[in-house]
């Protein structure tokens, strides 16, 4: 386990200290369906940003809690907000949260 965050720490120092990975998720009841990025800091802080098939757009911040488990909250383009919570390996994960009350799932990598 010591190697692969070391690895990992050294990967985020060479491009930066900043990694980006893919986002795909949807909605609980699977009307609505988004794309977009994770970015994670070395300090374990980071934002995650969606676009849904709607046209809806999300941003939010997030914070590890735990070397493998994270939270945030989200704020949309129509005005509705959410938290979320995710579970990371480093490189890939999967996550849940509500917008609007409504559930919504996610995985990135």
Do not use: H
């Amino acid at each position: 386990m010591r190697n692969a965050w070391a690895a990992l720490a050294a990967m985020l120092t060479i491009s930066g200290c900043a990694m980006t990975l893919p986002v795909k998720g949807q909605s609980g009841d699977g009307s609505e369906t988004f794309t977009g990025s994770a970015t994670g800091q070395i300090d374990g802080a980071g934002t995650l940003s969606i676009v849904s098939n709607k046209g809806r757009s999300c941003k939010g911040d997030f914070v590890y809690v735990t070397n493998r488990e994270g939270s945030g909250t989200f704020t949309c383009s129509d005005g509705q907000s959410g938290p979320f919570t995710f579970v990371s390996t480093g490189t890939r994960g999967t996550g849940s949260g509500t917008l609007g009350g409504k559930p919504f799932t996610f995985s990135f990598g």
